[in-house]
């Protein structure tokens, strides 16, 4: 069923995902839900909140030990995700959990005394999200990036940069690869030609291709709502001041339809993909490949931080962590789009 009214977001909202690909939704939650969301964290990590000296790592990607139910949490979010997707019964239960696997961008005390904001070309974790399925245009696995910012996500201060004018890079390249990408968008057989974020970073690179970034900050319990094929990458925090936010699912119970009998059944983030295209609907096209999923090897590494993790909660000193729960092949990434000269400005 077409929605036919809106009460979630507003025109302005709208008109903003239609133009940049993501909106920003206010006060989604309290500063004392964030609080009580995140009481844990710091036994998680085995990192002493007052003292810098012990934060291990500049980032990290916690695993999941806990949900809660978005609904209840934070309805004026759940509106406009379902919105977006073009109404809550095109979502599976899944999206309906946001997990405590909290990304904190911690920053150093190196980054804060050089004090030099890094722009966005030259950071090195450019990616989409979906790191357990063969990506097609109309995957249903990936069905909105959603970034619920519990503590204020400030300039500079490890806000995700993003790429509006990827998405269009991105659409394009998947439409014409209909047999299936990796995550990292390599064709099948172009693996190693096109590992890790390397795809990725020269797109962004590539200044007639892309030309707007944007940091996405908020204050703590405004959630971004972004276009799922957004690229976007992790920044340097140079304030020091941890950043915390988390990154929902939402996946949808049928792949994008961009070639709908009705226009009014699209949903806003087809309409986008569409306009981004240039077309009103991809008739005809269809995907001419399997719809694999993918076992990546952060889910093994979360795996092992999430028992350490129980260990702390349960009084144990299993010592700080030091696992950034992320998978990543620097080696390769770094003799691909790396400059020696931009080497200390690397996340983690
Ligand atoms: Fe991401």
Redesign the pocket.
């Known amino acids: 069923m077409a929605i036919t009214k809106y009460e979630f977001l507003t025109p302005d909202q709208i008109a903003h995902f239609m133009t940049h690909g993501w909106v920003r939704i206010p006060s989604c939650f309290t500063p004392q839900q964030a609080t009580e969301w995140i009481k844990d964290l710091w036994t998680r990590l085995g990192y002493n909140k007052d003292d810098p000296s012990t934060w291990v790592l500049k980032k990290i990607n916690m695993p999941v030990l806990n949900t809660l139910d978005v609904r209840e949490f934070a309805p004026k979010a759940w509106g406009a995700i379902c919105e977006l997707c073009g109404g809550e019964e095109r979502l599976s239960e899944i999206s309906r959990f946001w997990g405590d696997n909290f990304i904190v961008n911690f920053g150093s005390e190196k980054l804060k005394r050089r004090g030099r904001a890094v722009g966005p070309r030259e950071l090195d974790n450019w990616?989409?999200?979906g790191d357990t399925f063969v990506h097609f245009l109309d995957s249903p696995n990936q069905g909105l990036?959603v970034i619920p910012c519990i503590t204020d996500v400030l300039e500079n201060g490890g806000a995700t940069y993003i790429c509006p004018d990827g998405i269009g890079v991105v659409a394009r390249h998947l439409r014409d690869n209909p047999e299936g990408v990796t995550p990292y968008m390599a064709r099948r057989g172009e693996e190693s030609r096109f590992y890790e974020f390397q795809w990725f970073c020269e797109q962004v690179k590539d200044p007639e291709k892309c030309r707007d970034f944007q940091q996405m900050t908020g204050k703590c319990g405004d959630v971004v709502l972004l276009h799922p094929l957004m690229m976007?990458s992790a920044s340097r925090n140079v304030l020091h001041v941890p950043r915390i936010i988390t990154?929902a699912f939402v996946c949808l119970k049928e792949p994008f339809n961009f070639d709908r009998e009705d226009p009014r059944e699209y949903s806003l983030v087809e309409r986008k993909t569409l306009k981004e295209l240039g077309v009103d609907s991809l008739s005809g096209w269809m995907i001419k490949g399997d719809r694999e999923t993918l076992k990546p090897g952060r889910e093994r590494i979360h795996e092992r931080m999430k028992e350490m993790e129980l260990r702390r909660l349960a009084g144990e000193d299993v010592g700080p962590v030091a696992d950034s729960g992320v998978e990543v092949h620097r080696e390769i990434v770094k003799g691909l789009v790396w400059k020696p000269d931009q080497a200390t400005a690397q996340s983690v």
């Open positions: 990616h989409v999200d990036l976007h990154n």
